[in-house]
Nanobody, 115 residues
């Protein structure tokens, strides 16, 4: 049974930083790709950043480019999202997703950007 556990969310002021973690119950290489999504109240869930596990190529939403960085620690079976220069519009629940022959989702972690 695949499990994904996100952590690292919280309340941060505009311009601040957070690092989200997604700990997988097994090897990251058991997945084809992994990514971070977010869902703000009243809005659809949207892709923030993704990574292909074989090779590590990455993809970012326009809103994340230049501010967010997706990375991984193979030894720790963990995917990260470093978020810098946070804005109020980044406020959302952030979810980790992993895909092999099906998709798996974590439970989400709340990120609130407010002064």
């Amino acid at each position: 049974q695949v499990q994904l556990a996100e952590s690292g969310g919280g309340l941060v002021q505009p311009g601040g930083s957070l690092r989200l973690s997604c700990a997988a119950s097994g090897s990251l290489f058991s997945f084809n790709r992994m990514g971070w999504y977010r869902q703000a109240p009243g809005k659809q869930r949207e892709l923030v950043a993704s990574m292909i596990m074989d090779g590590g190529s990455t993809n970012y939403a326009d809103s994340a480019k230049g501010r967010f960085t997706i990375s991984r620690d193979i030894a720790k079976n963990t995917l990260y999202l470093q978020m810098n220069s946070l804005k109020p519009e980044d406020t959302a629940v952030y979810y980790c997703k992993a895909v092999n022959y099906r998709a798996y989702w974590g439970q989400g972690t709340q990120v609130t950007v407010s002064s």
